[in-house]
């Protein structure tokens, strides 16, 4: 789908099954869109099975939060900073959402800290 697309929306894709069959409708978070001349988006998974949450690594969106609401995700949620993506803007669906500038900003300064060995 073409539309325009920003980083720290909240998107949805159909995520490819290993059996190949139409993959689920899930969300991720649109972090930047790489170089070049392709549509293609870093993105950072997102999942409602906040038993996978990584303490002082990846971020949570719970009701109680500010930017909640203007997220779309309909229940607490784990944004997942250890899977990360490169996804064709073509097979975006759309956004559903965004979350906060602030959080955004937490997002990659968490995420270049790691990769930079901090």
């Given amino acids: 789908m073409n539309y325009d697309k920003h980083p720290g929306e909240i998107v949805v894709f ?8 139409k993959g689920k409708l899930r969300p991720a978070l ?3 869109r790489l170089p070049g001349e392709y549509d293609d ?9 906040v038993r996978h949450y990584v303490a002082g690594f990846d971020e949570i969106v719970q009701e109680k939060n500010a930017d909640f609401k203007q997220s779309g995700l309909k229940v607490t949620s784990v944004i997942r900073l250890g899977r990360l993506a490169v996804i064709s803007g073509e097979s975006l669906i759309g956004a559903i959402g965004k979350i906060s500038d602030e959080r955004l900003d937490r997002i990659k300064k968490r995420l270049s800290k790691w990769l930079l060995g901090e």
């Fill in 41 to 49: 988006w870093l993105t950072c998974m997102i999942s409602s099975q």
């Fill in 14 to 21: 159909r995520f490819p099954q290993t059996d190949l069959e």
């Fill in 30 to 32: 649109l972090l930047a």
